[in-house]
């Protein structure tokens, strides 16, 4: 079945470090890979997606590749800030057909001091 | 701005009660899902609907219920609350194409 799997937190850094957080996924066919944010006591957001492969998504900052070759989405932010602090989901949906269900990640804690 | 909403935002209830979580959405989308998530971050499906009168199980077994009566509308029962169920529920939802999925602030739910 389908597989999502992020880096182990908790990652701390100080302000305007750089950030890698990597994620590699299994999955049959050409899924949408994307990167989701959880700042304390919220829901989910979407930060950013890429649908085929060699997409690069970017938001806030933040970018990430969808890399076919080596099935990985590794989120990266060169100079990171306090506000940033939060947990981040790598997940995939699956193409076609009408599965629209997504896959998650464990997630990743992220702190960021100042 | 996502236009979904989940209501309580915090419930501590007592062992054998019943409780629904309100989960609505005003985006028109047919899809909905929810997801409980542990302690440790992890989110698993337990819910979703493809449409109005469409639900299914998701990934993980749970002793809750859903119904879909209304497009925009997608609440969660517990028949019987029990201190294991103590977890956030987050609702979300998702268009035509699948491509982005909306979620709610969530519910944490405390059963005593």
């Known amino acids: 079945g389908d597989s999502v799997t992020q880096m182990e937190g908790p990652v701390t850094l100080s302000e305007e470090a750089f950030l890698t957080i990597n994620c590699t996924y299994t999955?049959?066919?050409?899924?949408?890979l994307f990167w989701y944010v959880q700042y304390p006591g919220e829901g989910l957001q979407l930060l950013l997606k890429?649908?085929?492969?060699?997409d690069k998504g970017s938001n806030k900052g933040f970018e990430a590749t969808y890399r076919k070759e080596t099935t990985s989405f590794h989120l990266e932010k060169g100079s990171v800030q306090v506000s940033d602090s939060a947990v981040y989901f790598c997940?995939?949906?699956?193409?076609?057909?009408?599965?629209?269900?997504?896959?998650f990640g464990k997630g990743t804690l992220l702190t960021v001091n100042p | 701005e996502a236009d979904i909403y989940q209501t309580p935002r915090y419930l501590v209830i007592g062992t054998g009660k019943k409780i629904t979580l309100e989960c609505s959405q005003t985006?028109?989308?047919?899809?909905m899902y929810w997801y409980q998530q542990d302690p440790g971050m992890e989110l698993h499906l337990i819910h979703y609907?493809?449409?109005?009168?469409?639900?299914e199980k998701g990934d993980l077994s749970s002793e809750s219920t859903v119904s879909r009566i209304r497009t925009e509308h997608f609440p969660l029962t517990l028949e019987s609350a029990r201190p294991s169920h103590t977890s956030q529920y987050l609702c979300?939802?998702?268009?035509?194409?699948?491509?982005?999925?909306?979620f709610g602030q969530g519910t944490r739910l405390t059963v005593v």
């Open positions: 999955a049959t066919g050409y899924p949408s």
């Open positions: 985006m028109g989308h047919d899809k």
């Open positions: 997940a995939l949906r699956r193409s076609g057909g009408s599965n629209y269900k997504l896959t």
């Open positions: 609907s493809y449409g109005v009168n469409s639900t």
């Open positions: 979300a939802s998702s268009d035509l194409t699948g491509t982005e999925a909306f």
């Open positions: 890429a649908t085929k492969a060699d």
